[in-house]
């Protein structure tokens, strides 16, 4: 594990856009209520719109900045919520969104995937819609996995938004650092979204974006909430859950039960995440922003305290390397 020695960080380069973030941002998939991916559930249960908007607001108070979503979450649902939230503080978000799921609204089904020249248009513009603004500060290749040629055509497609004034940077939500190094060559390629939590690790990828001064967007920072400690072997989540629907990468959870074998290694490491007074919750992000000095964690939320606990990780920073050392001995 290359943990680094870095101090307490609230703000940092957003890769090499040229912008900067708080380092922990806000991600707003729980918010887009109930959808569905394959015929099963893909969401985090029912929302409450005015709630989601007050956690918003409350993220920016706190310090966040970076607002990740994408038109597949509630079918476009999440969009129009964060719009709203922003509708008169356009100014203090760096909003970032992905695209690439085809999607039935009506349905709130997802239906397939498109990233054809023609397709990333039209869902840019629907995008841009739904958010209520004239650009996309990030805009991000949902799709995990794409040909080279598939890749070329989005890259040169989203370099043209960019001439256009659409987007401003862009990014691709993916775990292939191959992949992803090979974009580097598009100048407003800045971010990659991954997978990273103190179960899963990906040096490779942490490597890749360091060397090439771009932003690693962290999805699943918390093991889709696993990471928070609030679950038990008692405990089974209800079926519209996502955890609970029964897809093939949710590795945390089995038929909406938490794995015993995960639950076995947070005991291990509880108290290590709870140094210096954390909650569970802001010691696996402060391994996180101690991981790489490009992390950017994107923890969920659904309701303003879930925003107070994630975000008061800022004040209190990267865990020290020597429990960042004694974590990794004992995981591995």
Request: aromatic share 8%.
């Amino acid at each position: 594990m290359l943990a680094t020695d870095i101090s307490a960080t609230i703000r940092r380069p957003l890769g090499r856009s040229g912008l900067s973030a708080g380092s922990i941002g806000l991600g707003c998939w729980a918010i887009g209520g109930h959808f569905t991916l394959r015929g099963k559930p893909d969401g985090w249960g029912d929302v409450d719109d005015a709630q989601s908007i007050r956690a918003i607001h409350l993220g920016l108070e706190m310090g966040a900045s970076l607002i990740d979503t994408a038109d597949a979450y509630g079918t476009g649902h999440s969009e129009d919520v964060i719009g709203r939230a922003l509708s008169d503080r356009r100014g203090d978000a760096i909003i970032a969104t992905k695209f690439g799921y085809t999607y039935d609204r009506a349905a709130r089904a997802l239906v397939g995937t498109d990233v054809s020249p023609a397709y990333i248009r039209k869902a840019c513009a629907a995008s841009l819609q739904r958010l209520g603004t004239d650009y996309i500060d990030l805009y991000q290749i949902h799709v995990g996995e794409l040909s080279d040629d598939e890749a070329d055509a989005a890259g040169e497609t989203l370099e043209k938004l960019v001439e256009k004034g659409a987007i401003r940077f862009w990014g691709w939500s993916t775990d292939n650092a191959v992949a992803a190094r090979r974009m580097v060559k598009f100048p407003h390629f800045v971010a990659v979204q991954q997978e990273l939590n103190v179960f899963i690790d990906a040096p490779d990828m942490l490597v890749m974006c360091e060397d090439n001064n771009l932003a690693s967007i962290i999805r699943s920072p918390l093991a889709m909430g696993f990471l928070t400690g609030k679950f038990s072997s008692e405990m089974r989540l209800p079926g519209h859950d996502v955890r609970a629907a029964g897809h093939s990468w949710v590795r945390f959870f089995q038929d909406g039960r938490p794995r015993a074998d995960y639950l076995e290694r947070l005991s291990q490491i509880r108290e290590l995440l709870r140094t210096g007074g954390r909650t569970l919750a802001q010691g696996a992000l402060g391994w996180i922003l101690a991981r790489s000095p490009n992390t950017f964690p994107i923890p969920g939320f659904k309701t303003e305290a879930q925003v107070r606990e994630n975000l008061a990780a800022l004040e209190k920073g990267a865990l020290p390397s020597a429990t960042m050392a004694e974590i990794d001995a004992l995981l591995a």
